[in-house]
Structures are given as C-alpha cells and as structure tokens.
C-alpha cells in the first residue's frame, strides 16, 4: 500500500508551467490494479488558438477486484510543458478537467506544441495501486487555417485561372496568425452539381505561407487548398471558391 501525495493543483483546472518536469518514476505497482483505457479530450487533439480559452478532460479507467478509490493524473510534453488536475471518480473511471488560457498560460511558449503524454496513478480501495508514465499520448496543437481565392471570376473556357492562399497557424509568442511556411497543400476541384473535391496538385508555401498556382479553367466549380495537418498544427482547409467558367 502506498500513501498518497497529490501533486499541486489549481481547482481542478490547470498547472501549466515553464519549470522543469517533476522527476519521472518508472512504471510500476501493486497488486491487480491495472489501467484499461484512457481518453483525452474526447479522442480528439486539443487545439489552442490565440484568445479562446481551451477546456478539456482526460479520463483513466482502471480495474481492481476492490474497486477504484481514487487517481493522480498529470500531462507533460515539450518544452517543459506540464498540467496536472485533480481527478474525480465514478465508479472504475476517473477523470481531471484542463483549461488552457492562451494568454495566461502559454506566452512565449511555441515549443509546447507536440506529442503530449498522459501519466496516471490510481489507488484501489485495498491498498493496491498502479503507475503508468505515458499511459497514452495525444496532440497539443497551434490553431491553423487556410485561406483560397480563385480568379479572374467569371472566366472564358480554357483560360487560365490563378488559385491562391494562405495557409497560417497561431503564434503564442504575439497571440497573432502567422503564415505556416515551406508546408505542402493541395489545391483540389469540386465540379458544380458534385459533392467531391479531387487533388489537382501539390503546392508548397513561400516564406510567408502564401500558396500560389495556376491551371485551366474547363468547367464551373469550387476551388480550394487543403491542409493534411503536422504533430503541431492541424489539418485546415479552405471553404471551396466558385468560379463560373463562359
């Protein structure tokens, strides 16, 4: 059996800090204690942009013959990045809510974005226990969009249109959009009466997250930029531009 030690926790929202992490323990426990599933934000990536406060929870379910009696769970990922939130349990799950204040809480701090790992402790209700470091993983990721523009509209059959767009992701340091660079995107076509985009081709952005290209105008329809996402920034794509072709 072990005592419990609660890490420090801000009402069971967020401790985000620059500091190092608290030292790492090496999985263990004991008992029968074990650890069945984890989930972080729903299964989803938790994205953060510029201003939006981000809420989300993780839960751990465990099992143990007694019964669960409580659970320590902690995030760490780059840069230092480390939350911690005090868990409440219903039966075998136990779950910690997060709040992520952009402004509060991630100034200067770019390098967070990443791989995120999910550390749990839970206690059994005889004494048993266990310890997981990096029980799961997940993303945490700078907000991202994507821009297009399609001209001249209207254009004459067979000429040639110029697809443009921007492609740019939440900065932490200024709390501004800036352009995501040297990052491929995929200028794709709906035609009208279809509800399927297809790729043209494969454009990379300049230095500035501009993306430019130009093809030939054969059929009304929707053009757009897509997106496919990286570890740090998420998939974005543009809503289609429709260019009626004479």
Known sequence: MRMRTSAAVLTGAL???????????????????GITKVTVNGGKNVVVGTSEVKKFTVSVTAKDNSGIEGADISLHGPGFG??????????????????????ADLMYSNDYAG??????????????????????????????????????????KGKTITVTGWL???????????????????LQFRKKGSSTYTTVKTVKTNNKGDAKTTVKATVDGYWRYSFAGTSTTPAATATGDYVDVK
């Open 168 to 186: 740019s992701r939440a900065n932490w340091d200024d709390y501004k959009y800036h352009g995501y660079t040297s990052q491929s995107v995929k």
């Open 82 to 103: 480390f939350m911690t939130g005090k868990a409440r349990c219903s039966g075998s799950t136990c779950t910690a809510s997060f709040t992520v204040d952009p402004k």
């Open 15 to 33: 401790a985000l800090t620059a500091l190092a992490v608290p030292a790492a323990h090496a999985d263990g426990g004991y008992g029968d204690t």
């Open 115 to 156: 791989t995120w790992y999910v550390d749990a402790w839970v206690d059994a209700k005889d004494g048993d226990y266990i310890w997981e470091e990096k029980a799961s993983s997940f993303k945490f990721q700078r907000a991202s969009r994507q821009t297009v523009n399609a001209s001249p509209e209207p254009v004459k």
